[in-house]
Every structure is written in C-alpha cells, then in structure tokens.
C-alpha cells in the first residue's frame, strides 16, 4: 500500500519479475484492510504514511496484527527515524527497507520476507541498535501517570478519540493532556508527540 501511483507503478514492475503473480493495490489504509480481508495477500507491502494521515500505515498495522500475526508485512518507507523504524517492529512488521534503497536491496527484502524471514536494511539497523541503548527517556521524569497512560497509547498509533474511549475520559482531556505532553517533550506537532512517544516506548521496552 502506498499513496504515490508512480511508487506503485516502480514497485510493481520491480517483483513482477520475482514471480509475483498478482499484486493488488491500495492508496488508503481502510481501502488496503478492505482488500486485505477479501484478497487474502501471501505478503503486504505497507507505507507508513498514508492519505489518511502521518503514520497511518502504523495504525493499520497495529489494527492488521489484532486479527493476523502470520502474512508478512514489508515496510517501505521514507522514515529513517530509527524510533520510527523500532515502532514499525515492535507492531509486527517482518522487515523495514527504505523507499530510496537500490533496486536491487528492496527485491531481496520483498523476496526475503515473502519466503518468511525477517530484513531490515543495513543502512538503518545499526541506528536502530544504538536507538534502543540511549536514554533519551531521561526528559520522561515529570511525566504524571495521566500522561504516562496517554502516552503509551499515542505510540500505539491510537487516535485521540480512541484514546479518550479507552480511558474514558473527554476528548476535550485527552488533547489537554496532549498540549501538556508537547510542552515537556518538546514537540511542535502530533506527529512530532507520536514520534516522542513511540520513542519512549522503544527505549523503554
């Protein structure tokens, strides 16, 4: 799933010559689940950025992983930010390749994850390693347990909404406590919070 036709179109013609024998397409996440649930794909191929909004493909990986731990999923993304690339493993991405990788590298990937293995791209591994041993979560201490539980949930790659749901609370909290949590952490903008907070969880998990 991507929402750039002349990526898809690369792509496409890129595993057409990896047996790929049919290769349905989606721009928008509730259009790729809808597909997903009437195709039935030996592999997906997901952008973490949808027309639906940043990160949206976390979402519906979050959401494809509830009902579907086995169908490979290969990450495709201009994301490099290694809490970025941590997050999309920890939701159940099988390998992680960047958009601007050699030709050659993203057909071993789509190959290597179809076949059931994992991949992830060499150019980004090591940051991720080193990611996963910092103590960024150092600017975390005066977060209060209110915004420790909103937190977590916003690096789940849940809406506000959906967050207010499960902690029933109001919508009207839930984005307080967000306004709160881009003052301490630093961020200019949701999707800079929902990196914060999907860093927190990489480095604390």
Same mark, same amino acid.
């Given at each position: 799933?991507? !929402? +750039? ?25 509730? =259009? ?9 794909? !030996?592999?997906?191929? #997901?952008? #973490? ?28 993304? #201009? +994301?490099? !930010?290694?809490?970025? @690339?941590?997050?999309?493993? *920890? ?7 960047? &958009?601007?990788?050699?030709? /050659?590298? @993203? ?15 060499? =150019?980004?591994?090591? !940051?991720?390693?080193? +990611? ?5 979560? &150092?600017?975390?201490? +005066? ?5 420790? =539980?909103?937190?977590? *949930? ?13 902690? /029933? #609370?109001?919508?009207?909290t839930i984005g307080n406590t967000c306004a709160r ?10 999707? /800079? ?13």
């Amino acid at each position: 799933m991507d !929402d +750039h036709p002349v990526v898809l179109q690369g792509f496409k013609q890129l595993v057409e010559g990896a047996d790929a024998k049919e290769i349905v397409t989606a721009y928008k996440a509730s =259009e790729g689940f809808r597909r997903y649930r009437t195709r039935r794909p !030996d592999i997906i191929v #997901l952008d #973490l950025q949808m027309q639906a909004g940043a990160f949206s493909g976390l979402s519906f990986l979050r959401r494809l992983r509830l009902v579907d731990v086995e169908t490979p999923v290969l990450v495709l993304s #201009l +994301h490099r !930010d290694p809490a970025v @690339v941590g997050c999309a493993l *920890r939701f159940g991405a099988s390998g992680y390749v960047p &958009k601007d990788a050699a030709p /050659e590298e @993203v057909l071993r990937a789509f190959q290597l994850v179809r076949d059931g293995q994992s991949y992830i791209s060499p =150019e980004i591994a090591s !940051d991720v390693v080193f +990611h996963w041993l910092d103590k960024r979560t &150092k600017r975390l201490k +005066h977060v209060t347990s209110r915004e420790f =539980e909103v937190l977590t *949930r916003l690096a789940k790659g849940m809406a506000y909404g959906e967050i207010a749901e499960d902690l /029933e #609370l109001s919508y009207r909290t839930i984005g307080n406590t967000c306004a709160r949590l881009k003052r301490k952490l630093g961020a200019q903008s949701r999707v /800079e919070l929902m990196r914060a907070a999907m860093e927190y969880v990489t480095n604390t998990s």
